[in-house]
């Protein structure tokens, strides 16, 4: 009887251990197929751009309005261009996608251009890009010719949210020179008081010719994603320094000359041509004549071209 119940238990516990949930191959390696495909999908989830924050996108009444003006494939571009800003997260990727932006703006000059020929016309009907992150209508060559600016002050807001200074640099000074909007090439720099749609007068005497060459000498210094840029600004603020109209007068004019000559914020080249230009303020005998303190409206300048 004792040998039976023996029997019966070993029975009990086998059954038991049969009927156990867990699988036979736990604790194993998984297959390798297995292992790949878990792998692929995480490395995927990881390198999905992240969409930067300060970028908005384009809504749908936009998107409606674009296809209606401008051929499917610039509308494409601009989508696309957009998409870009929105993934930037650092000042190099910044500096790339900002320079892809001139041919980008080149295609909807173009575009508009050619459906509306009068660019106060074209900029009216682009008007609603405004409200977009950076994209703004304009027009130019008093308002012949539509043109496409950025917003610098959304740049700078993206440039802000970047890793690197390079771009916030770049951005301030863009702001300093040109103000709150502008293309990629300078237009009207701040530093020269526009009185007429070709002309007006130079504001040397006031600093801020001085600030943005110390700034942006010592910015190239520092990186080189928007050298040429700098290069290009610089350039254009010199030849501004030397338009014969002036709205200080003439010793505050020298003055400023003097600080930036005496301060190592310029190559041999731009030292060179300003020395030349007070050089010639001094003699002051050019034909036409230099005008001076042409803010006071009894000095009758005639404002130049």
């Not at 989830?45 to 996108?57: G, L």
């Not at 601009?78 to 080149?106: C, N, P, W």
């Not at 103000?179 to 237009?187: K, L, Y």
Request: net charge negative.
């Amino acid at each position: 009887m004792k040998q039976l119940l023996f029997f019966f238990s070993i029975c009990l516990i086998t059954a038991a251990c049969s009927d156990n949930p867990e699988k036979e191959d736990s604790g194993k390696p998984k297959p390798e197929t297995e292992v790949a495909a878990g792998e692929k999908e995480e490395k995927s989830i990881d390198t999905v751009p992240k969409r930067n924050p300060v970028v908005r996108a384009l809504n749908p009444a936009q998107l409606k309005k674009l296809n209606a003006l401008l051929p499917k494939k610039t509308v494409e571009s601009i989508i696309s261009y957009m998409d870009e800003l929105a993934t930037v997260q650092t000042d190099t990727a910044f500096a790339r996608v900002y320079h892809k932006g001139k041919k980008v703006f080149e295609d909807i000059e173009k575009a508009v251009s050619i459906k509306f020929p009068d660019g106060y016309n074209g900029m009216e009907a682009m008007n609603f890009i405004n409200s977009s992150f950076a994209l703004r209508s304009s027009c130019e060559a008093e308002c012949t010719e539509f043109v496409m600016n950025y917003n610098y002050t959304d740049l700078q807001k993206l440039a802000q949210y970047t890793k690197g200074k390079a771009d916030d640099d770049f951005m301030s000074l863009k702001i300093l020179a040109e103000g709150d909007q502008g293309r990629h090439e300078p237009g009207w720099l701040n530093f020269f008081e526009r009185t007429w749609d070709y002309g007006g007068g130079s504001l040397l005497g006031d600093s801020n010719n001085y600030k943005f060459l110390a700034g942006s000498f010592n910015v190239i210094n520092k990186s080189d994603l928007f050298k040429k840029d700098l290069l290009t600004l610089r350039k254009r603020v010199i030849q501004d320094m030397e338009h014969r109209i002036y709205m200080f007068p003439k010793p505050v004019v020298l003055a400023e000359i003097n600080r930036i000559l005496k301060t190592k914020i310029l190559s041999y080249p731009e030292a060179h041509q300003i020395l030349l230009l007070k050089q010639s303020i001094e003699r002051d005998q050019e034909d036409p004549a230099l005008q001076f303190n042409c803010s006071d409206p009894e000095q009758n300048c005639d404002w130049g071209g």
